[in-house]
């Protein structure tokens, strides 16, 4: 791999990286609810998605994901219904009353486990992401190359930027918390970003293998 083609994908991963999309809605929700040093944890799950992403397209089984619609399918079907469900949990989380709370930090209401398993599965729930690494990787990968360095390096850079992002919008919706205090607003923010996860798992069902 050249540097140039490492340049062209780097353009292409600062695109991805920065738009907002279930990923972004899921760590803004989380630092507005729990704190941005616990959406650390949700952006770690959600690089760790990538990676496995990126060793699921570079072994073969991206291209099956490709080419079976019936395996496409049942992955879709299962990403969708992971998305709704994150998506009816904020709708029906109540507003945290902040007034209660004697320091500015959250409560701890959220494991950094279960905040890092909910993001990895967010991360995997949509296998378009895992087809369209399977067909980007290899753009950039010299096929008279060792393989795992070149794949080491991309998906590295992936990983990077993915996380950098996270971490602003996460930052963003901290300072955002402030605004958001009151368990009213707080409570029409969770409903609003719950309803939008269920957006999102709706696409999701609803969108064509191709």
């Given amino acids: 791999m050249t540097i140039h083609a490492w340049f062209m994908y780097l353009i292409l991963v600062l695109v991805a990286a920065s738009t907002p999309g279930p990923a972004v809605l ?3 929700t989380n630092s507005t609810l729990h704190g941005w040093k616990k959406a650390i944890f949700a952006a770690l799950g959600n690089i760790s998605g990538l990676l496995i992403m990126g060793i699921i397209a570079v072994t073969g089984l991206g291209a099956l994901l490709n080419t079976s619609e019936l395996v496409f399918n049942l992955v879709k079907y299962a990403g969708a219904a992971y998305l709704a469900y ?3 949990k904020m709708f ?3 507003g945290i009353d902040f007034n209660q709370v004697q320091s500015c930090l959250q409560p701890e209401v959220k494991s950094a486990k279960k905040m890092f398993v ?3 599965g967010v991360a995997l729930s ?3 992401a895992i087809v369209f690494l399977t067909a980007l990787l290899p753009q950039f990968m010299h096929v008279e190359l ?3 360095p070149q794949f080491s390096i ?3 850079t992936l990983m990077f930027f993915s996380f950098a992002f996270l971490m602003f919008y996460a930052l963003l919706a901290h300072k955002a918390k402030f605004w958001l205090m009151k368990p009213r607003r707080m409570k029409i923010f969770g409903r609003v970003s719950g309803s939008i996860f269920v957006g999102f798992g709706a696409l999701l069902a609803t969108s064509s293998h191709r």
């Fill in 26 to 28: 899921f760590i803004m």
């Fill in 154 to 156: 991309l998906i590295a």
């Fill in 92 to 94: 029906c989380q109540r």
């Fill in 86 to 88: 994150l998506g009816i």
């Fill in 126 to 128: 949509n296998p378009k």
């Fill in 146 to 148: 060792p393989i795992l």
């Fill in 118 to 120: 909910q993001a990895l």
